[in-house]
């Protein structure tokens, strides 16, 4: 798909308190292992102006933000990033690790929110013409197990503060779009163990690094 590119764009995905962070820090480790060059960002955010969308993304107000909102903001954070950041480094034959990529805006601005898939892909394709990750990691668990990892943490920012269902459409979208494209989405049991989700990471990095 993105022919153009020597690196690989991988995505790392999941609804909160999957361990999507240590997953990253996994990704790290493994990349550095075996002499790939590398940068890791997230999203949204990634670059000075897309991490200032971030903040006016995850912060609490006293007036609702709508949905259609929401999506806008993460995919004109997308843009600069993409821009700014992934696109250069792919172009240089750096491998581009991302947490949270646009199968976040389908989980939950389409799962979550409702907003129509097809929406989505307009600005999708707008955004980001052909462009996808060769590779989608998917950290995936019961909410319930999820919820419980997030409560922990502290002060909740204004996606975590909704209820359960919001994050089991989140959920459900995810695993759908998954089914649809198993060849790019690879899945991780992410209720397993730290080392056994560790295992399966590695799995799914030698496979690309094959490829
Ligand atoms: P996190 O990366 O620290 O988990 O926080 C980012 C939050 O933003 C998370 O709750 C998911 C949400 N998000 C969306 O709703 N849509 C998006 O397109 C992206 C990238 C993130």
Redesign the pocket.
């Known amino acids: 798909m993105n022919d153009i590119y020597s690196g690989k764009f991988i995505t790392i995905e999941g609804i909160?308190g999957t361990g999507?962070s240590t997953a990253m820090h996994y990704v790290q480790h493994w990349l550095e292992q075996h002499s790939i060059p590398f940068i890791q960002t997230?999203?949204?955010g990634g670059t000075l102006i897309a991490e200032q969308i971030?903040q006016i993304?995850?912060k609490k107000q006293a007036e609702v933000m709508e949905a259609d909102t929401?999506l806008l903001l993460?995919f004109a954070a997308?843009s600069q990033h993409l821009h700014q950041v992934i696109w250069p480094a792919l172009q240089e034959g750096k491998w581009v690790v991302c947490?949270?990529?646009?199968d976040?805006?389908y989980?939950?601005?389409g799962g979550?929110r409702g907003i129509d898939a097809q929406r989505i892909n307009t600005l999708e394709n707008w955004v980001q013409g052909r462009f996808r990750p060769d590779t989608v990691i998917l950290l995936d668990a019961p909410v319930e197990i999820c919820l419980q990892r997030t409560m922990q943490r502290g002060a909740l920012?204004r996606?975590?503060v909704e209820k359960t269902e919001f994050f089991e459409r989140a959920r459900t979208a995810y695993l759908k779009r998954a089914a649809a494209e198993p060849e790019r989405y690879k899945m991780v049991d992410a209720a397993k163990t730290i080392e056994e989700v560790q295992q399966q990471i590695g799995r799914i990095l030698s496979q690309l690094h094959m490829h």
């Open positions: 909160e999507k997230r999203e949204p971030r993304f995850l929401e993460v997308r947490d949270r990529f646009t976040a805006s989980a939950y601005q979550g920012d996606i975590e």
